[in-house]
């Protein structure tokens, strides 16, 4: 008997969470949410290749009720790290460091 695996929610679970979204495009006409709780992570994920074309980083709060656009903060840090490790920026993440920064 095969069982069903359950999905991971979506929405956050527990009394206080930060949440942080990439809206990536794959194509001209669809963009793709991934959640993240955790920014170090996101930021990894968004330097190793993880988003095709990342448009956008969002972080918010529902238990704070907020939401701020973090792009800035995370293309600013993209291109330190790429700075300090002495590598070229790479290529999926040039438009989206220049859009940011």
Known sequence: MLEASVPEPTVPYGADQTM???IDRRDQATEIRVER????????ELVAGCFNDPIK???FNTLEHWMKDISTE???EIRAR??????????YLS????RHT
Do not use: K, M, N, Q
Not at 37 to 44: H, K, L
Not at 82 to 91: E, F, K
């Open 74 to 76: 995370v293309a600013g």
């Open 20 to 22: 942080i979204v990439v």
């Open 57 to 59: 980083v969002v972080s």
């Open 37 to 44: 709780s955790d920014i170090e992570v996101t930021i990894r």
């Open 95 to 98: 438009d989206f460091v220049e």
């Open 82 to 91: 790429c700075d300090i490790d002495g590598i070229a920026l790479p290529d």
